[in-house]
């Protein structure tokens, strides 16, 4: 197992190069001045341009430029955000808890629907449950995000008024934000109504961020039952008389599992990339906005330090996948 953990520590290095590089060169290969940006309608005399291109370092060569964004990075400093001011570490983490919070219940949503869909795929295969279950997930994992966000809000909000449209929680409640999650702050705050609230705001960017994962969940979750359905062990468990449950839950699922833990874990990814557009949508003040609104401005130091802090919580989670399945499956520890 040390060997495991040894090796796939290893690998972040040069995964974390690249992302530097990345992240580095993204805004700027977008057209765009990010001082005339910043200037905006005032305008900038061509003295003042070049003392803030030297200010910021942008009159540097790119090599230069990123050398010292990495040097930044390795000392924890991601910069200053050219919009606000702030530094953008300090942003990142003052949004992230409500992206965190949205990933949190579409990850749920997707894992406590997409899980027992695929189940009883497999266990129906070739009739109308596998059918429509096979059908409804390839539609979900096909169904563009901007697309389906604004069809729910035209149904759910427009036309039922069952659900609102923008936001985390009514600007009716006010209370202090002890933990950055709306649900768990509005219920320590005992204001009737509140919990309610940002319960109903959390509905349709879960269902609508938690499409895509829940569909390819379903899918692993059949391939993967099918196969371990034909084990024999399987149908020695079906001779003994062992119950349906005891057969399907214990024999089976437990390890169709492995497979689908580390699709979970890479989800987490796809929940990241999602919430840009979802956050968008619904107006939801998390990193998916931000950012969105940090590439209008050309915000440089936003932009690539967003993307870095990112990319090193994706790699963390799948790190910790990949390790979780090295803990499950013992074959792991001796084959990598």
């Known amino acids: ?142 169904m563009p995000i901007f697309w389906w966000g604004l069809l729910l809000i035209i149904l759910f909000s427009g036309i039922l008024g069952w659900t609102p449209v923008s936001g985390r929680i009514s600007l009716l409640y006010y209370f202090p934000t002890e933990t950055g999650f709306m649900l768990i702050d509005s219920f320590m705050s005992g204001q009737a109504g509140a919990f309610q609230s940002a319960l109903s705001h959390l509905v349709l960017p879960t269902i609508v961020l938690g499409t895509i994962p829940l569909a390819v969940i379903a899918r692993q979750t059949r391939s993967a039952m099918l196969e371990v359905l034909d084990e024999d062990y399987v149908r020695t468990a079906r001779a003994k008389g062992l119950s349906p449950f005891r057969v399907v839950g214990v024999h089976a699922l437990r390890n169709a599992m492995i497979p689908v833990i580390t699709v979970i874990g890479l989800q987490i990814g796809v929940l990241f990339a999602g919430a840009i557009l979802t956050e968008t949508i619904f107006s939801w003040p998390g990193i998916g906005k931000w950012m969105v609104d940090s590439i209008s401005r050309r915000d440089y130091p936003s932009v690539q330090g967003g993307l870095m802090l990112i990319a090193v919580i994706v790699m963390l989670v799948n790190l910790l996948v990949d390790l979780t399945y090295g803990l499950i499956n013992p074959k792991i520890r001796h084959t990598r």
């Open 1 to 142: 197992m040390l060997r495991l953990i040894l090796t796939k520590i290893g690998l972040l290095i040069p995964t974390f190069i690249g992302v530097t590089i990345i992240a580095f060169l993204f805004i700027r290969l977008l057209p765009g001045d990010p001082i005339l940006l910043l200037a905006g309608e005032r305008g900038v005399t061509p003295d003042r341009y070049a003392e803030l291109m030297h200010l910021f370092g942008y009159d540097q060569p790119l090599w230069r430029q990123y050398i010292d964004f990495l040097g930044g990075v390795l000392q924890g400093d991601l910069g200053t955000s050219l919009s606000t001011k702030r530094p953008v570490v300090n942003e990142f983490f003052t949004l992230f808890p409500a992206t965190m919070e949205l990933s949190i219940c579409a990850i749920i949503f997707a894992i406590a629907i997409g899980l027992p869909s695929g189940v009883i795929a497999a266990l129906y295969r070739g009739k109308t449950p596998d059918h429509a279950v096979m059908t409804t997930a390839l539609v979900g994992y096909s």
